[in-house]
């Protein structure tokens, strides 16, 4: 149990496109969904915190307009990343945490390449 | 600053032998994580401790949270080739999210 999946698994991408990263809870609801990123060698920081059915909270330095974040159901959340650049390269990864309890469980990460 | 500071940051030993990761912080959490990730995955959960004091054992690996909440430890004994990977511990405080610290990379070699 506890399994959460993310769609692409890696991504190429021009520089201005925008690029769509899903988060999904396969097999439990999780009304809290988190987003982090890792750059290579380094350890996960925590862009996002995405609450189903409100506005995410975003972590200082962390632009909320370039990193759109949409958790429209209790399996699901999106993270949009507008206007893609070079430097925005880097795994992203999601978690959720199940309601009322203390443990998350990790996605697969997304690769982010962007030409 | 990080929140939580673990040590070693790297750490290369042989087949066999035992080894200890730290987790420190001066602030207390309600509970806290310790994952394993391998390259170019997520993190995978080895084991949650909620009590302070408390030791939880997974085979190989012992786990210890500190009594006042605000350390951690991982024991590994008899360390294999298959424990090489990136250790990060995660403590959540009180109606906070959780952080992790900068993680210690363990190679054991054969």
């Known amino acids: 149990g506890a399994v959460v999946s993310q769609h692409p698994s890696w991504v190429i991408c021009k520089s201005g496109t925008s690029v769509k990263i899903e988060c999904r809870s396969l097999d439990f609801q999780a009304t809290t969904m988190f987003w982090y990123r890792q750059f290579p060698k380094q350890s996960l920081m925590l862009m996002a915190t995405s609450n189903e059915g409100s506005k995410a909270t975003y972590e200082q330095g962390v632009e909320k307009d370039k990193f759109l974040i949409n958790h429209a159901s209790l399996t699901l959340s999106t993270l949009t990343v507008t206007s893609a650049h070079p430097e925005d390269s880097s795994f992203y990864i999601c978690s959720a945490r199940l309601t009322g309890q203390e443990t998350q469980y990790f996605g697969p990460g997304t690769r982010l390449l962007v030409l | ?110």
């Open chain 2, 1 to 110: 600053t990080q929140l939580l500071e673990q040590s070693p940051q790297f750490l290369s030993i042989q087949e066999g032998e035992n080894l200890t990761v730290y987790c420190n912080s001066s602030s207390v959490f309600s509970s806290l994580q310790w994952y394993r990730q391998e390259p170019g995955e997520g993190p995978v959960l080895l084991v949650t401790v909620v009590t302070g004091g408390e030791v939880k054992k997974l085979k190989r690996l012992t786990f210890q949270f500190g009594d006042a909440r605000k350390d951690s430890s991982l024991h590994i004994t008899a360390a294999q080739p298959g424990d090489t990977g990136l250790y990060l511990c995660a403590g959540r405080r009180y109606l906070d999210d959780m952080r992790f610290g900068a993680g210690t990379r363990l190679t054991v070699k054969p």
